[in-house]
């Protein structure tokens, strides 16, 4: 199956090519938003800023390109920043606005523990395309969405978060499945065979 992966700037793109092409993606890693827009599947990958990331995709039109696919009915997946980017807005660095094609907010993480989350954090996943049961994925992230109605799958860092996302034919995962082992790639393999 043919997976046109995002070309960020703002994100770990070999990790993640690597990943793909093991669990048997033909991948296209690209910049051009024609090809975006064209594309049946997609990976938006992301690290760092949410801000400095969505400033990237609108000065090259790739947020316009993801939502000419998405309205295509190409499925997406969003990994880290690239889940939050998904969602309607951050309150990273004052409000940013998002893709807003899953709806919610991204704050950071309250309570007594280190910001940022950094490693191994177990998550339950409902009955979805992506993934059953529970499994530890790997994380790296000072900021998250709680609660949205696109929820998936949550884990626990000082309290509830969302750790995965799904509406239709767009999914967003918060931890960094090229970094989580067995479950990771069983995760991308999901996301690489579903039709």
């Not at 997406?76 to 606005?97: K, N, W, Y």
């Not at 000082?158 to 239709?168: D, E, I, N």
Request: aromatic share 10%; net charge positive.
């Amino acid at each position: 199956m043919e997976v046109t992966l995002i070309d960020s700037p703002v994100a770990n793109v070999a990790n993640i090519a690597r990943a793909l092409r093991h669990v048997g993606a033909d991948l296209r890693v690209t910049r051009d938003p024609e090809a975006i827009g064209a594309a049946d599947k997609i990976v938006l990958p992301g690290v760092g800023s949410f801000a400095a990331a969505m400033q990237w995709l609108r000065e090259n039109h790739i947020d316009k390109a993801i939502r000419r696919a998405v309205s295509r009915h190409a499925s997406l997946l969003g990994i880290c920043v690239g889940h939050q980017l998904l969602f309607d807005a951050s309150h990273e660095m004052g409000i940013t606005p998002g893709l807003a094609l899953i709806r919610g907010e991204v704050r950071k993480f309250q309570g007594p523990l280190t910001v940022p989350q950094i490693g191994w954090n177990r998550v339950r996943f409902t009955n979805n395309p992506l993934f059953e049961g529970t499994a530890a994925f790997y994380f790296v992230n000072s900021y998250a969405a709680f609660g949205a109605q696109s929820e998936i799958a949550r884990a626990d860092y000082a309290g509830a978060f969302t750790a995965a996302v799904q509406s239709g034919r767009i999914f967003g995962v918060q931890f960094h499945p090229e970094k989580s082992s067995a479950a990771g790639l069983r995760l991308l393999r999901n996301f690489v065979q579903w039709t």
